[in-house]
Structure formats: structure tokens, C-alpha cells
């Protein structure tokens, strides 16, 4: 056991998870489904996904905007917030949502999901927990599956303790996420954009990264072991 591993992550688990909800939920009231920056990739792009699992999900609202595009797509959402779940079951309870961490995705088979999203998710992440989540990614995602990343993107990689006043502190670490994807050699990009935190939560103003601090990429990867392997 590594305690001071275990003594973070239950530091974000308690206080960290839900003051993210907080912060989403004032924001959520300004959001346009048709607007979001996933669902506008899915349109551009054609993707219509079977079965979508979103890790950040919140309350679940963008996962009700890909269930009234795709009406066929199963749409299941995990999040630590316990918070945003209880809210979420209460505004849609058509999508599946479960307070859960994203390095124990163990409920969920092999291969299960032809779409899967990380909102805001990864930069958060301790980093002992990092690559096993990496690995749960990648476990539940089938075969020619495709990988939405929307997460921080600095010019310099800042770690920053995010609740210094609490008595055990948790740290946020904003990175370029896809490269540790597209390191293995099992994902290729297929689109990529900038856009800042607030529009990314907001739907709107794509591609605006006035403040780099904040500035946010979209990732979409695809996986398929036969991109490197022929």
C-alpha cells in the first residue's frame, strides 16, 4: 500500500470532486447542447456511437445531448462527484451514472464502449494512478474505438495543489495527455483543437485560448493495433 498515494486520492475523493461539480454546476445553465465542442466533432465527423462512456461526466448533461443526436447510443457517464451523480440521476434518469473513480473501471467488460470521453478528468488524476487509468482507458475502449480527450493544455506542464487550505492537500496537473495514447503506438489523431476552459463548459467559442494558463485541447484518437502493426 502506498499511503501517501491513498491519502491524495481520498483528499480529492472528499473535498476536491465536489468543489469541481460546484464550479460545473454554475456553469451548466449556460450550456448549449448543440453547441458542445464533442457533439459538434461527432456531427463533423459523422461517429455514431453504439455505446459511449464518459469519465468526468458530471451530471451527465453531455451525455444527454448525445443520447438526443443518437437515440440508439447507450450513454453511461462515472464520476467521483457523489454530488453530480445525485443530481444527474434527478435531470436524466435514461443514462446510467455511477460516483466512481477512473482507476477502477472494473463494473465495466473488456471492450465495451465504441466512444469514450475524459472531460477534465485526467489532470486530476494522482500521479501513482496514472497509468493504471490509462490502462482501464484503453482496456474498456474496443478495437478501432475512438478516444475523446478534453483536458488542460499549457505551454509549460504546471502541478498546482488545488486545495491548500484543506488539511491533506491535492495537486491538479495539467498536461498534453494524448501523447502517453499516442506513445504506445495504438492510437492515431484524428482531430485536435484549442479552446479555453470556460467555452469548453459553455459550448461555445471554439478555438479561443486568449489565456494559455487556461487554454484546453480536444484530443480525438482512434485505436487500432493494426495502425502500427501491418
Known amino acids: 500500500m502506498n499511503i501517501t498515494k491513498d491519502i491524495e486520492n481520498e483528499a480529492f475523493f472528499a473535498y476536491g470532486a465536489n468543489s469541481w461539480s460546484a464550479y460545473q454546476a454554475q456553469q451548466l445553465t449556460k450550456i448549449k447542447s448543440n453547441h458542445d465542442p464533442v457533439l459538434n466533432i461527432l456531427k463533423d465527423y459523422q461517429i455514431h456511437p453504439r455505446n459511449c462512456l464518459e469519465i468526468g461526466a458530471s451530471t451527465g448533461f453531455r451525455l444527454k445531448g448525445i443520447q438526443q443526436l443518437f437515440p440508439d447510443c447507450q450513454a453511461t457517464g462515472v464520476d467521483p462527484s457523489k454530488k453530480a451523480i445525485i443530481e444527474g440521476k434527478k435531470q436524466y434518469p435514461n443514462i446510467q451514472l455511477m460516483q466512481r473513480e477512473a482507476d477502477d473501471l472494473s463494473c465495466f467488460p473488456d471492450e465495451s464502449f465504441d466512444l469514450l470521453i475524459g472531460s477534465f478528468s485526467m489532470y486530476v488524476v494522482d500521479r501513482m494512478l496514472l497509468l493504471k487509468v490509462v490502462a482501464e482507458m484503453d482496456r474498456v475502449l ?62 461555445n467559442q471554439r478555438n479561443s485560448n486568449n489565456n494559455l494558463g487556461e487554454r484546453a485541447c480536444i484530443t480525438a484518437l482512434i485505436k487500432g493495433s493494426k495502425i502500427t502493426y501491418e
Open 142 to 203: 474496443e478495437e478501432h474505438g475512438r478516444l475523446i480527450l478534453i483536458d488542460f493544455f499549457p505551454v509549460t506542464p504546471p502541478v498546482n495543489e488545488c486545495h491548500p487550505t484543506k488539511p491533506t492537500p491535492s495537486f491538479s496537473y495539467k498536461q498534453n495527455y494524448e501523447e502517453i495514447f499516442r506513445a504506445s503506438g495504438l492510437y492515431r489523431l484524428w482531430h485536435k483543437e484549442t479552446i479555453n476552459d470556460a467555452a469548453c463548459l459553455k459550448g
